[in-house]
């Protein structure tokens, strides 16, 4: 399973209902391999869509995502907006002095 985040700038001001996450999951087919899906709104102008897809690879999981997020945007399920990028996100390891 990989963790993927896609970012979003909106198009205008935007507000993200809270019916958002249940609105994508009833979008998302068994074929998306998506267990489970988070909302972020990152006011002013922007939003994050975290994926949590159960595919073979990294790259596997980062386009699945993209092609979710473009098919979501096409339908008018999420506000108008831009998809700037999508990639897992980087973990920085804490180390004790």
Request: hydrophobic share 45%; net charge negative; aromatic share 8%.
């Amino acid at each position: 399973m990989f963790l993927v985040h896609a970012h979003f700038a909106a198009l205008g001001p935007f507000e993200l209902p809270s019916a958002t996450g249940e609105l994508i999951r009833t979008s998302l087919s068994p074929t998306d391999q998506v267990e489970h899906v988070s909302v972020h709104s990152l006011p002013p102008d922007s939003f994050v869509l975290g994926f949590f897809l159960l595919t073979g690879s990294l790259n596997e999981a980062e386009r699945r995502a993209e092609t979710i997020c473009r098919r979501l945007l096409d339908e008018e399920r999420l506000p108008p907006a831009v998809l700037r990028k999508v990639g897992a996100p980087l973990i920085t390891p804490l180390f004790s002095s």
